[in-house]
């Protein structure tokens, strides 16, 4: 009965270890709150997740504006869309009109490491997916520190930068996940603690 026991804590606790180290923050959206310019706020978002694996694993990145607004970005020293981040190295399936810039300063929202360069704004597009990739590859969407975008209204021709606020973060239910494992991790400690 205790060999019973016994194996039936161990495969708990390799469960519970399964679900902890499953639960990285690798997917999240990031809304496009802030605004240098009045009526070009909160028109769209970017989501994040991540693919692949070991070295070869990199971020994707989907920019989703809202109908009526586009992306674009061949201004002079910032580009379509840029961000930050730590151990990030550059892109990878970038699609024309865009290219890899070489960074830049988008308005208020100050200067950004990476960038992409794009259509004019006669050109803007609704939609925009790459990847970031990484040194050693990409192990969390939290890389990536922030974004900040070079938009237009379509109807009206009123152009500005959008940013997101703050760093990606675990979705809820990554942290629900780890929290279970973690839980679950302590009651079969305490159980073994106390049969000893």
């Not at 194996?7 to 709150?33: E, P, R, Y």
């Not at 990199?58 to 607004?69: C, E, L, Q, S």
């Not at 674009?72 to 865009?98: E, M, Y």
């Not at 239910?173 to 000893?196: F, H, N, P, V, W």
Request: some cysteine; glycine content about 18%; hydrophobic content about 40%.
């Amino acid at each position: 009965m205790k060999v019973l026991k016994g194996i039936l804590a161990g495969g708990l606790l390799l469960l519970a270890l399964g679900f902890a180290s499953s639960a990285k923050a690798d997917a999240v959206t990031l809304q496009l709150t802030q605004c240098n310019t009045v009526g070009l706020c909160n028109i769209g978002h970017i989501d994040l997740s991540t693919s692949g694996s070991g070295s070869s694993e990199v971020i994707d990145v989907a920019v989703t504006m809202n109908p009526g607004f586009g992306l674009f970005g061949n201004g002079v020293g910032n580009g379509a869309i840029g961000w930050n981040g730590t151990g990030l190295s550059g892109t990878s399936g970038v699609s024309s009109p865009f290219s890899a810039g070489t960074g830049g300063n988008f308005s208020m929202f100050g200067n950004f490491a990476f960038s992409l360069t794009g259509p004019p704004a006669s050109g803007a597009v609704s939609s925009l997916s790459f990847q970031i990739t990484c040194t050693n590859g990409c192990t969390t969407v939290g890389q990536v520190s922030d974004f900040a975008v070079h938009v237009i209204n379509t109807s009206t021709g009123l152009t500005g930068f959008d940013a997101t606020s703050g760093a990606p973060t675990p979705e809820p239910a990554s942290l629900l996940l780890l929290g279970t494992g973690l839980l679950a991790m302590g009651g079969i400690a305490r159980r073994k603690l106390g049969a000893s």
